[in-house]
């Protein structure tokens, strides 16, 4: 085929021709044998300068097309997209920085013209040894896994379930709720009380486009976004060890935390002494409405202990402090005569309406006490001494029961999932996002997606925005009757060049790369990769080829560089 | 008068933070020497040896390699393994006969449009000192 290039120098108002000379740059281009025109437009990216191109593509039949404009991250795809009306390939083309790497960093003249020639001729090269690259289509499965029936799992769930996508929700306890179901009632201001939580249950039963599955786990997940298959086993009793396959779009990881094992520190003395009990069995006491010693007599003192394996694991819990002074409340509204004291390192209370709930418990009578640390907890006669310091300052309080808040940790399936999924895990064991603020719900495998405290402490009505934002992520991408679209820039590996090391395998965040052990080489499934182009700069035979930025591509650039 | 040296620098820069820091650098009018020429890659993890080697082989007085700082790279470990690299290409530097300080590697974060000026300033700063790349200047070797 006779390769036609055609180049096309934007001005972009006055941007660039301030400070790059573009009749020099259009003399010294026309030189160039396989460039076929040059022309300069006043602002291509408008859609009077989208028009022109396009017909002048058509008119002088190019094959080829260089734009010399502004960034590629600002109108690469602009572009792109008028070459392929054009009826060209789009990735025949080849966008060049003039104007922010360019006219706005040189401020001579000359030089930056200089540069931008070298450039664009950079750009001239590099093109003819484009491919012809092809955006393939994938059909997909618009039903999602949800993994885990906690109150994230189960939004989730309720918010993608339609007449066109069915849930598959998995839960390993024998119902549903999580630990939200286990909660007495939801702090005041949070609306309604463990009706909430009940009412989703009953929402998700009815919805017949879920299909739940207790008391079962995920034993196998693999695939791509748009094509995932899994494994549940069930551990029913009369379905022990049943595993049913199904098929998914995407997953969400909705599996939650469990509490500290206050057993791991001796000086909580749990388990040990009567009537020191964890802010789970406490719950279960006001849901039903006995709070009683072990001795059946009502508490005439409490301490609610904050902060229980803060230092060992490294993080705050964050809802710890908000439930206690639930507790606070309770113990004062149905025990008027009770002393309440709150034991805390810090505390944490950052929803608007949280000080206002502080102030009223302080109203009631609850002592608010800072410590450092509790030393020990132990039995002093009828009474219960909580030792703690502050500021090395040791004190202590004598009451008669002591509720401890245990630090939120992740849930056990946690580190198996994420090696059954090649999902990274931050350092204190949850899953990590992709990104904490740009893609807090995203994982680096395309269509897996966690919610809630699965990533880490936060309370109801975040882990439910949270599942919404995975749900709205699983809508707008996985839509019925549409096709996904995998990266096009991927990696490929040359078959008789590759010596089967396996080096690439390890490099790829992505689990992209998988191994054939008949043929001996390695394989890239073009549908997960992502086109970095780690294993391109690991493979020690140079038998991957990452598409669009193959060597010979670069070494196009890097010798106008150095001409 | 002998005219000054002035070198020729190949930056190969990660298109996710190195690459959009140097158009913020543009953007924001800083004035960045123009003896390096940018080269966009998808991630440093990219730049093979095989390509660091070529350019200063073919006479580039230095290259600079800039991705994402540790801990942000777009590709989660990219800048990682580029890090590796590095130690070792510095060694191949030395056994080319090259001073090692002609190849950089930089974090440059899609924000530090100012640091990816002081960084490329620098290192032709640096590399002017230390002359012409020795491969290319010596018909010898």
Redesign the interface.
Same mark, same amino acid.
């Given at each position: 085929m006779n390769k036609k290039i055609g180049v096309y120098v934007c001005e972009c108002g006055p941007n660039i021709p301030e400070r790059i000379d573009i009749d020099k740059v259009i003399e010294e281009l026309s030189s160039m044998g396989e460039v076929k025109t040059v022309k300069r437009y006043s602002l291509l990216c408008s859609n009077d300068g989208k028009k022109f191109l396009k017909e002048d593509i058509e008119k002088e039949e190019l094959t080829h097309v260089v734009v010399a404009a502004c960034s590629p991250k600002e109108h690469e795809n602009t572009f792109m997209k008028v070459c392929e009306e054009a009826g060209m390939n789009p990735y025949l083309f080849q966008m060049v920085n003039i104007r922010e790497q360019c006219a706005w960093m040189i401020p001579d003249k000359e030089e930056a013209t200089s540069k931008a020639i070298k450039y664009i001729k950079a750009g001239v090269h590099r093109v003819l040894f484009h491919d012809p690259l092809k955006q393939k289509e994938l059909e997909i499965n618009v039903d999602v896994l949800v993994i885990g029936g906690g109150i994230s799992g189960i939004e989730a769930s309720l918010s993608l379930a339609g007449p066109n996508r069915k849930i598959h929700l998995v839960e390993k306890t024998d119902s549903l709720g999580g630990m939200a179901g286990k909660l007495s009632q939801i702090l005041p201001h949070q609306g309604s009380k463990i009706k909430l939580v009940k009412e989703k249950i009953e929402q998700v039963e009815n919805n017949e486009n879920i299909h739940v599955y207790t008391s079962s786990d995920v034993k196998e997940v693999r695939g791509f976004l748009g094509n995932f298959e899994a494994v549940v086993k069930s551990n029913q009793e009369n379905k022990e060890g049943i595993e049913e396959e199904i098929k998914v779009g995407a997953v969400v990881l909705a599996t939650g935390f469990e509490m500290f094992d206050l057993k791991e520190n001796p000086v909580y003395g749990y388990g040990e002494i009567e009537n020191v009990v964890s802010a789970l069995e406490f719950e279960e006491m006001i849901h039903s409405e006995k709070i009683e010693l072990k001795n059946g007599k009502k508490p005439k003192s409490v301490a609610l202990v904050h902060c229980a394996g803060r230092k060992e694991k490294g993080y705050c819990s964050k809802v710890c402090c908000l439930y206690t002074l639930k507790f606070a409340h309770y113990l004062k509204d149905n025990l008027p005569d009770v002393d309440v004291k709150e034991l805390y390192m810090d505390l944490c209370l950052p929803h608007k309406q949280d000080q206002s709930y502080f102030d009223q418990a302080k109203e009631k009578g609850v002592e608010f006490i800072r410590m450092d640390e509790v030393e020990k907890i132990k039995k002093s006669g009828d009474k219960i001494e909580v030792e703690y310091r502050n500021n090395d300052k040791a004190d202590k309080v004598s009451v008669d029961m002591v509720v401890i808040a245990p630090a939120m940790v992740p849930s056990q399936d946690t580190s198996h999932l994420a090696e059954l999924l090649n999902l990274p895990l931050d350092k204190s064991g949850f899953f990590k996002e992709l990104h904490e603020m740009l893609d807090p719900v995203a994982t680096p495998m395309e269509g897996v997606y966690i919610t809630g405290c699965a990533l880490g402490p936060r309370n109801i009505p975040e882990s439910m925005t949270q599942s919404h934002a995975t749900s709205g992520k699983i809508l707008s991408s996985l839509i019925p009757g549409r096709k996904v679209k995998p990266e096009v820039k991927v990696s490929e590996i040359k078959e008789d060049l590759c010596t089967g090391c396996q080096t690439c395998l390890s490099v790829c965040f992505y689990g992209a790369i998988s191994y054939d052990p008949f043929k001996g080489v390695s394989v890239v499934n073009e549908a997960i990769c992502r086109g970095c182009g780690s294993c391109v700069g690991s493979c020690p035979s140079g038998a991957i080829r990452s598409k669009h930025f193959t060597y010979y591509q670069l070494y196009q650039e890097v010798m106008e560089a150095l001409r | 008068m002998e005219k000054k040296f002035k070198p %020729?620098i !190949?930056g190969?820069l990660c298109n996710w933070c190195s690459?959009?820091g140097?158009?913020?650098? /543009? $953007?924001s009018?800083?004035? +960045?020497d123009?003896s390096l $020429? +940018?080269? &966009? +890659?998808?991630?440093s $993890? &990219? !730049? %093979?040896s %095989?390509?660091v080697l070529?350019?200063l082989l073919? /006479? $580039?007085d230095g290259v600079l390699v800039a991705g994402c700082h540790p801990g942000d790279c777009?590709?989660?470990? /990219?800048n990682y393994?580029?890090r590796r &690299?590095f130690a070792l290409l510095k060694k191949i530097a030395e056994v080319l006969n090259l001073e090692p300080d002609r190849i950089q590697l930089s974090w440059i974060s899609a924000s530090e449009g100012k640091r990816y000026?002081e960084v490329v300033n620098k290192f032709a700063e640096d590399i002017s000192k230390l002359g012409p790349n020795p491969l290319t200047s010596n018909p010898k070797v």
């Open positions: - | %020729n !190949v190969f690459y959009a140097a158009d913020l650098a /543009g $953007s009018k800083t004035d +960045v123009s $020429s +940018v080269i &966009r +890659v998808m991630c $993890s &990219r !730049v %093979n %095989n390509l070529s350019a073919w /006479g $580039s777009h590709y989660e470990k /990219g393994y580029a &690299r000026a």
